[in-house]
């Protein structure tokens, strides 16, 4: 086992959009960041990169659905470190706009598998690396489309978003946020939800109007909190967001 002075993050969909640009900032502040990716060479590539930068960043292969592989990433995690710092759930997809194309059903269950389960199974299988952290933080990638007091306001700006599968799986992303937060209080572990608004990215053909960059600082602001900072929230760059 090594130890390191560096905090270690493991950003989930970490090779792309703004898994990319978390890993990049959690990077410049310093810490070793491990990239999960379900692809190894688009996981080394991405890794490459910000390795060229002058950053400290390993491609770490991770399919958040497959038990097996969130083992064996844990697995990795401890025999070369021993503990992790940091925590961010960004693995996320957003099949809604197939529907006509895939069945509900199949909409429903691949997108909860990813965003819900992966989510919570990553926590589960991390929370005793991150026991023997200082200071492990959790964030998860939640979104404005999560929140029920926003998406039931009907002059809201999310009133025209109403997406069966992607909002209510945001919305058990606030939930486990909560729940975690709590579970894991007295291991000194800190647990929040972040939206990074309306980003750029694959996961909507780009059609946001933030860079990656905008997107990930609120997370990057979270994974960094000290021991004073908030547990079980719902956080955007402007403030508290209601669930
Ligand atoms: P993106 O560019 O499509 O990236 C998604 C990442 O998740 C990719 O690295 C993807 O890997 C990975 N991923 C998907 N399924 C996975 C699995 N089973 N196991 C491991 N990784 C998996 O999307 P993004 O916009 O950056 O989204 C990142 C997060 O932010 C998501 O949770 C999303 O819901 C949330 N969010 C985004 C927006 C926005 O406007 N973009 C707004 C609010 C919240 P591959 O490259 O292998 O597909």
């Not at 960004?90 to 598998?113: E, H, K, Y």
């Amino acid at each position: 086992m090594q130890t390191s002075d560096r905090r270690i993050a493991v950003v989930t969909g970490g090779n792309k959009g703004i898994g990319f640009a978390i890993a990049r900032g959690l990077a410049q502040a310093g810490d070793q960041v491990l990239i999960g990716c379900r692809d190894d060479a688009r996981g080394e590539a991405a890794a490459a990169s910000l390795r060229a930068e002058g950053l400290v960043v390993d491609a770490l292969p991770l399919d958040v659905t497959d038990d097996a592989s969130i083992a064996s990433a844990a697995k990795l995690v401890e025999t070369r470190f021993g503990r992790l710092d940091v925590l961010v759930n960004n693995a996320g997809i957003a099949l809604d706009r197939q529907t006509g194309t895939l069945p509900l059903s199949q909409i429903m269950r691949d997108t909860f598998a990813v965003n819900v389960i992966g989510l919570a199974c990553m926590i589960e299988a991390f929370a005793p690396l991150l026991a023997r952290s200082k200071a492990g933080r959790i964030v998860n990638l939640s979104s404005g489309l999560g929140s029920l007091a926003l998406n039931s306001d009907p002059a809201g700006e999310y009133a025209a978003f109403k997406f069966p599968a992607y909002n209510s799986s945001k919305a058990a992303v606030n939930m486990l946020t909560v729940v975690y937060a709590a579970r894991l209080a007295d291991k000194g572990i800190k647990v929040n939800a972040v939206d990074p608004g309306y980003t750029a990215t694959d996961l909507n053909a780009h059609r946001g109007t933030r860079t990656p960059a905008q997107g990930a600082a609120i997370a990057v602001r979270l994974a960094s909190l000290d021991d004073a900072g908030p547990t079980g929230g719902f956080f955007d760059e402007a403030g508290v967001v209601s669930w």
